[in-house]
């Protein structure tokens, strides 16, 4: 069995973040409100009531929090930029003191040596767009296309290589077809067009940043998808279920064409969002890198009940983070082994751009070091399988803001006291620096 320590030489280690799960400062020179803000305010959104609006305090003490990524001797660091702090209200006129944070941020990471990588959007849509549609409405790619461009303007002679979009398929789900994270709308499959226009936003941006010069990859969660038997109806609904959550988002991306829908009833043009030149637009620009965010594997069955053609089923047997998923390390190792059967040479290099747990323990984090290790390993075996991995950036380099959850779930590698905004690195904090320098002076040695 390959071991983490054998990632190859060069390998990037990394930690990610996202703005509104750590920044707050939400009111503060001149961000415009984004769609969390308001969910968050209404009520039965976010568990107990919590907001984004301090977080992590991280606009004002990132430095501090360079200082513990310095600590981690971090390659890289992955955060989204918020666009309501770029451009208030999505379009028209542009913030300074916003590009100004991001400009201090890139300057001070690059000073304590570690390459950022941002995220464009990390689900904080300037809630006048949202007004206007949001998703659902086409124009929000283009306007999202206006703001990458402003962004590299400001930070693209230091940043070399951009992530567009996180988690699409997540934001579609849980945002616009069960209401559960903002914008809250419940629309099931009268969702399916926020797909198409952040696949177009994708697109547009990504020529924006090619034509500077930028690396352009898109953050993507997958899973791998078991069928709950070998039964023909289980195993047709599992590939129903891959469909949705593994190739809606990147078989446009690899192959130019959205996979077959017609198991939800929907037509190739996704309920008539989807215009003449837009798939030629969305892989106009291929993929440097495609991020992987993995967490879970996925067991499916065929459904009890009408509506939807799949039924989650559970996975027993397996530890459980305190989210209660399924831990299940080697899912990661199929999971890229599963792309690379499936993409071939359309696959580009992969970074792991999330990959973590919550847990219930303060400091003493056991049960984080083994998730750690245990998908490492497995990252390993796909690499010693012929996957090109090139990075890992665990999720996440401090407690913060978990959406619908609140401030409940922690998945730092460092504990982050929300009273008093103390921060203590964890077990895992130690575990993890110590891995960085061992594999680094492994490959150093190997070297000469
Ligand atoms: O916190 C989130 C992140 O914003 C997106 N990916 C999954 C993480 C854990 O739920």
Not at 16 to 30: F, L, M, N, P, R
Not at 172 to 187: E, F, K, S
Request: aromatic letters at 10%.
């Amino acid at each position: 069995m390959p071991h983490r320590l054998d990632l190859p030489a060069g390998f990037r280690w990394g930690a990610s973040t996202a703005a509104h799960q750590i920044e707050g400062a939400v009111d503060e020179d001149g961000r415009g409100p984004s769609v969390w803000d308001t969910f968050a305010a209404r009520p039965s959104t976010v568990r107990d009531g919590h907001t984004g609006a301090v977080a992590c305090d991280h606009y004002h003490r990132y430095p501090e929090d360079i200082a513990l990524m310095k600590g981690l001797g971090l390659d890289g660091y992955r955060f989204s930029v918020a666009w309501p702090r770029i451009r208030p209200t999505g379009e028209g006129a542009v913030n300074p003191a916003g590009l100004d944070f991001y400009d201090r941020l890139v300057d001070a990471l690059l000073a304590a040596g570690i390459t950022p990588l941002p995220t464009l959007f990390h689900w904080d849509l300037p809630q006048t767009l949202e007004d206007a549609g949001g998703w659902l409405n086409r124009d929000t790619a283009y306007r999202f296309a206006e703001y990458t461009a402003i962004v590299a303007d400001r930070l693209g002679d230091r940043v070399p290589a951009w992530i567009t979009l996180n988690e699409p398929f997540v934001h579609m789900v849980y945002g616009y077809a069960l209401g559960i994270h903002a914008p809250g709308r419940a629309l099931m499959l009268d969702a399916l067009p926020v797909a198409h226009h952040q696949l177009l936003a994708h697109g547009l941006a990504a020529a924006a940043l090619h034509e500077r010069g930028l690396d352009v990859l898109i953050a993507n969660n997958l899973t791998p998808v078991w069928p709950a038997s070998s039964a023909d109806a289980d195993l047709a609904a599992a590939q129903a279920y891959d469909v949705l959550h593994n190739r809606l988002f990147t078989d446009p991306l690899l192959l130019g064409r959205y996979p077959d829908l017609s198991a939800y009833g929907v037509g190739p043009d996704l309920g008539g969002s989807v215009h003449d030149g837009d798939l030629k637009l969305i892989t106009a620009t291929p993929l440097d890198g495609l991020g992987v965010n993995y967490y879970n594997p996925t067991r499916i069955a065929a459904p009890t009940e009408p509506g939807l053609p799949f039924a989650e089923a559970p996975i027993e047997g397996v530890p459980r983070t305190a989210f209660d998923w399924p831990v299940v390390p080697d899912g990661l190792r199929e999971l890229l082994t599963g792309l690379r059967d499936r993409y071939g040479a359309a696959l580009p290099p992969v970074t792991i751009t999330e990959n973590g747990c919550s847990t219930t323990e303060e400091l003493d984090d056991t049960f984080r070091i083994d998730y750690l290790a245990g998908h490492l390993d497995a990252l390993a075996a796909a690499v010693a399988q012929g996957v090109d991995v090139r990075g890992y950036y665990t999720w996440s380099l401090l407690d913060n803001y978990e959406w619908a959850e609140g401030y409940h779930q922690r998945f730092g590698l460092v504990h982050v006291d929300f009273e008093t905004q103390q921060r203590t690195p964890k077990a895992s904090y130690a575990w993890y620096r110590d891995l960085i320098a061992v594999h680094r002076a492994r490959n150093v040695k190997r070297g000469w």
